[in-house]
């Protein structure tokens, strides 16, 4: 290279280099506030501006202007970006020519020559500072930056650059709106806060809250945890259907459709347990699945009509087994995504104290009738005699006695689970096995080898919730059948959540199963522990809410919107 080009290449870098520290001065001197453009269009209500952009939108398309392109080449991700351009010192420019694309969070400008605009995309954020001297044509540098809204997502072919403070860029040589955004974006000062907002227009969510996509992007680790875990172990993932002639695998109430094809009614799986056992039944020793499953049952801070579950059973194995095995999963996926055992839940709510969650292994074990007698101080009728009317009396009567509230059907089993809830599940804030049910809880569950009338059965709680539930699976087909006769006189006593005979199970039984052991983890309560969630609906993308009628209005964004009843 010659010495002319050498003091040429020199007094362009020094002309660049004044140019954007004037554009920083000028960044300074202007506020947060947008153009006295866009300030007009502030100004205006929800429908004016929905009503405002919309013409204008149409005005374009008859101009025969492309205003939705297809594609857009976009040479590098802002999170690479700045990975890449992180060693450019204050107002040094780059001579690379990259194409980077996002959302407008934030224009502001001083005057028709110079721009400022945040530009967001992946949770991170770079600044576009538009200045007429570096853009090709003067022209459509006024057409297209007049036309950028905050919310539009826009494309920027430029140089990249960092400011005089220290702000990473990119210098455009040329911008183009991709999508234009017909809604007002809620402001960034004051956040997203209406939870029923917040829920039924979780995209809105998304866009203005970082803290709500950190919390789905931790819910996908925990799931790809889970599934590297049992992947490594050998198991071996499937799907099973999602509509059943019978709603079985679990004690729940189904939701129920209609097959016009097949005229016959069908329910929404409850649990996949069932098909996945047939599966042990076919040789296949080790299966999960992480699946879709609904109960027709109440909406409240832990529970939602449809929600995920992980379960997986193995082949020659016990719950003793699963015990080891799931203190090894549960343990390992908080020190994982943590670094250490314990974490801090806010239980009471974000402005209460924290209590501390230990998940340290071993986990404490404790055994449910043995420890109600304990806690209750009485002498239980013998777990031989659970299922006679004088037991259902006697545990009608505790639940009496220290006002514990079990709704009907009083059944022996509902009696038990609601003392167990009060006296057993309120010690229960680090991870802990409720071990050893009744039969006439588990009908699923096989026999406890030692203690007759209970079953090999453990239930995990943290933080005083059920976490998963398992047991070493009942295989005798006999014994299978009595106990789906014994759940069936609760359905006759008014028990919609009780499981009804499964002929199709118990020919499969009748094949043979071997001695086996299943669990199953309410992936949605994992999730809300360890991203600090008090509300299932957090942990959700798309929570059930009730829709909004015709005539209601959505006071959050001031516009009516009206959903099907």
């Known amino acids: 290279m010659s010495s002319s080009d050498n003091e040429n290449n020199g007094v362009q870098q020094s002309i660049q280099n004044s140019i ?20 007009e269009k502030q100004e205006l209500t929800p429908n004016e501006y929905y009503k405002t952009r919309l013409q204008h939108i149409q005005k374009l398309k008859q101009s025969n202007e492309v205003v939705y392109p297809h594609k857009y080449h976009v040479s590098i991700s802002l999170r690479d970006f700045i990975d890449k351009y992180s060693y450019l010192n204050n107002e040094q420019l780059s001579e690379d020519i990259v194409s980077v694309s996002g959302r407008i969070y934030s224009k502001r400008s001083p005057g028709k020559k110079l721009y400022f605009y945040d530009l967001h995309s992946e949770s991170v954020k770079i600044q576009i500072m538009a200045n007429i001297r570096f853009y090709e044509n003067e022209t459509e540098f006024a057409i297209v930056n007049e036309r950028i809204h905050r919310g539009d997502i826009v494309g920027a072919k430029g140089k990249p650059t960092r400011t005089r403070t220290g702000e990473l860029s990119v210098m455009p040589l040329e911008l183009i709106i991709l999508t234009p955004t017909l809604h007002q974006l809620p402001s960034l000062h004051f956040g997203l806060k209406d939870k029923e907002t917040r829920f039924r227009q979780r995209y809105l969510d998304l866009l203005i809250n970082d803290s709500v996509r950190q919390r789905f992007i931790m819910r996908a680790k925990i799931i790809n945890y889970m599934r590297q875990f049992l992947n490594s172990m050998g198991f071996l993932e499937v799907e ?39 599966l042990v039944v076919g040789g296949l020793d080790r299966v999960y699945e992480i699946a879709r499953v609904f109960r027709n049952e109440g909406i409240d801070m832990t529970h ?185 006189k609760d359905i006759n006593a008014g028990d919609d959540e009780a499981q009804v005979i499964d002929e199709n199970y118990c020919t499969a039984l009748e094949y043979g199963l071997p001695p086996t052991a299943g669990c199953g983890f309410g992936v949605d309560r994992l999730t809300m522990l360890l991203t600090d969630s008090n509300n299932i609906k957090e942990v959700l993308l798309f929570p ?17 919107t009206v959903l099907p009843s």
């Open 20 to 39: 954007i520290s004037r554009n920083e001065k000028a960044n300074q001197q202007i506020t947060v506030q947008q153009s006295s453009d866009n300030n």
């Open 240 to 278: 099973t259907p999602m509509m059943n002639t019978i709603p079985g695998g679990a004690t729940a109430k189904p939701f129920i459709t209609y097959h016009n094809d097949l005229q016959m009614r069908l329910y929404m799986r409850i649990a996949p347990e069932l098909y996945l056992k047939m």
């Open 304 to 488: 939602n009509p449809e929600f995920t579950m992980c379960e997986f059973y193995m082949a020659y194995a016990d719950y003793n087994d699963l015990m080891e095995l799931t203190e090894k999963l549960i343990s390992g996926l908080v020190n994982h995504l943590f670094g250490t055992y314990k974490i801090k839940y806010h239980i009471n709510g974000p402005d209460r104290e924290p209590v501390e969650i230990d998940f340290t292994p071993p986990f404490k074990r404790m055994n449910m009738m043995e420890d109600l007698e304990k806690a209750t101080g009485e002498k239980f009728p013998s777990t031989t005699e659970l299922s006679t009317s004088e037991s259902n009396q006697f545990f009608n009567n505790l639940c009496t006695r220290y006002n514990i509230e079990c709704s009907e059907p009083r059944t022996t089993a509902r009696l038990i689970d609601k003392l167990a809830g009060h006296f057993l599940e309120t010690q229960c804030l680090n991870p802990t096995f409720l071990c050893n049910h009744p039969q006439l809880m588990s009908p699923l569950a096989k026999y406890h080898r030692s203690i007759p009338g209970l079953t090999e059965r453990f239930e995990l709680f943290i933080c005083y919730k059920e976490a998963c539930n398992a047991y070493t699976e009942l295989n005798d087909p006999i014994v299978q059948r009595e106990m789906f006769e014994l759940q069936a």
């Open 544 to 560: 059930a809410v009730k829709p909004y009628r015709e005539g209601e209005n959505n006071q959050s964004s001031g516009e009516k």
